[in-house]
C-alpha cells in the first residue's frame, strides 16, 4: 500500500514501506540507482519523505539491512526448523569416561538420523529464495559489496547475518558435529554459492529442484555428521 493507491501509509509503516522500496531499488538499479528522491518517487511519497527518516546514504543503507533481516528471516519460520531431540547427550556426556564410547554411538546414531530434516529445511529455504525472493538476494548482494568499503554498514550486515549463522552453528551441534562453528562455515559457504550461482552466477538460467538441492545439502551433509553417511540414501530424489 502506498501514496498511489490513494491511502496515505501511516507513521508506522512509512519506514517498513521506505526500506522496502530500498530494497526493490537495488535489486532493479544497483547501489548507484539508490537515492534518497528515488525512493519517494518509487514509494509513490512527496519529497523528502525519505530524508525525513532517514538523513544520510548511510541511515538509508542500514535501514534497508535491517528490513532485508526482517524479511529473510521470514523465508524459512522458526517451526520449520528441524527441533533438537530431548535426550541428545551433552559435550560432557560425549568425553571420555566409563559410557564414552555408548555416548558417541547415540551421537552418530543421532547425526544420521537428522541429516534428512536438516537438509529439507536448507534445501526448503534456498528454493524459496531462488524462486520467489530473488530480489532480496540481488539487493544482499549490492548490500554486502557495499558494507566492505562502509564499516558502519559492515557491522550492521555482519550483526544480521549472525541470525542466520547462529542456528545454523546450533542445528549442526545438536545433529552430533564436532566442529559446528566450522562446519557451519562450510554449510552457509555452500548455501551462499549456491544461491549467487543460481542468481547471478553460471548456473543463473535455471533453478535446481527442491529435490536437487535436498539431495546436495544431505552429501555435504554426511561428510560432517558422525553416522550421517547411511542416510544419504533417504534424502528423496523425486521432482519438485
Same mark, same amino acid.
Not at 569416561?97 to 558417541?104: D, I, V
Not at 562455515?185 to 535455471?206: I, K
Given at each position: 500500500?502506498?501514496?498511489?493507491?490513494g491511502?496515505?501509509?501511516?507513521?508506522?509503516?512509512?519506514?517498513?514501506?521506505?526500506?522496502?522500496?530500498?530494497?526493490?531499488?537495488?535489486?532493479e538499479?544497483g547501489?548507484?540507482?539508490?537515492?534518497?528522491?528515488?525512493?519517494?518517487?518509487?514509494?509513490g511519497?512527496?519529497?523528502?519523505?525519505?530524508?525525513?527518516?532517514?538523513r544520510?546514504r548511510?541511515?538509508?543503507?542500514?535501514?534497508?539491512?535491517?528490513?532485508?533481516?526482517?524479511?529473510?528471516a521470514?523465508v524459512?519460520?522458526?517451526?520449520?526448523?528441524?527441533?533438537?531431540?530431548?535426550?541428545?547427550p551433552?559435550?560432557a556426556?560425549?568425553?571420555a569416561?566409563?559410557?564414552?564410547?555408548?555416548?558417541?554411538g547415540a =551421537?552418530? !546414531?543421532?547425526?544420521?538420523?537428522? /541429516?534428512p530434516? +536438516? #537438509?529439507e529445511a536448507l &534445501?526448503? $529455504?534456498?528454493? @524459496?529464495?531462488?524462486?520467489?525472493h530473488?530480489?532480496?538476494?540481488?539487493?544482499?548482494?549490492?548490500?554486502?559489496?557495499?558494507?566492505?568499503?562502509r564499516?558502519?554498514?559492515r557491522?550492521?550486515?555482519?550483526?544480521? =547475518?549472525? !541470525?542466520f549463522?547462529?542456528?545454523? /552453528?546450533?542445528? +549442526? #551441534?545438536a545433529?552430533? &558435529?564436532? $566442529?559446528p562453528? @566450522?562446519?557451519a562455515?562450510?554449510?552457509?559457504?555452500?548455501?551462499?554459492?549456491?544461491?549467487?550461482?543460481?542468481?547471478?552466477?553460471?548456473?543463473?538460467?535455471?533453478v535446481?529442484?527442491?529435490a536437487?538441492?535436498?539431495?546436495?545439502?544431505?552429501?555435504?551433509l554426511?561428510g560432517?555428521?558422525?553416522?550421517?553417511?547411511? &542416510?544419504?540414501?533417504?534424502?528423496?530424489?523425486?521432482g519438485?
Open positions: 500500500m502506498n501514496a498511489r493507491d491511502h496515505a501509509p501511516s507513521a508506522a509503516s512509512r519506514p517498513q514501506l521506505l526500506a522496502d522500496t530500498a530494497l526493490r531499488l537495488l535489486a538499479r547501489m548507484r540507482g539508490l537515492t534518497h528522491r528515488a525512493v519517494d518517487e518509487a514509494a511519497l512527496p519529497q523528502g519523505s525519505t530524508s525525513n527518516l532517514a544520510t548511510a541511515a538509508l543503507l542500514e535501514a534497508a539491512v535491517g528490513r532485508l533481516a526482517e524479511r529473510e521470514a524459512l519460520t522458526p517451526h520449520e526448523l528441524p527441533r533438537p531431540p530431548r535426550d541428545r551433552s559435550g556426556e560425549t568425553g569416561g566409563p559410557g564414552a564410547g555408548a555416548a558417541s =551421537g552418530a !546414531a543421532a547425526g544420521g538420523a537428522e /541429516v530434516a +536438516l #537438509a &534445501s526448503r $529455504a534456498l528454493h @524459496r529464495y531462488l524462486t520467489h530473488r530480489e532480496l538476494l540481488l539487493a544482499r548482494y549490492e548490500l554486502a559489496l557495499e558494507a566492505t568499503r564499516p558502519a554498514l557491522e550492521v550486515y555482519d550483526r544480521a =547475518g549472525r !541470525a549463522r547462529e542456528p545454523v /552453528v546450533a542445528m +549442526l #551441534a545433529a552430533g &558435529s564436532a $566442529a562453528e @566450522r562446519h562455515l562450510s554449510v552457509v559457504a555452500w548455501c551462499d554459492g549456491v544461491l549467487f550461482s543460481c542468481t547471478a552466477g553460471q548456473f543463473h538460467a535455471a535446481p529442484t527442491r536437487a538441492l535436498r539431495t546436495s545439502c544431505a552429501e555435504l554426511a560432517m555428521l558422525p553416522g550421517a553417511g547411511a &542416510s544419504r540414501g533417504g534424502t528423496g530424489v523425486a519438485e
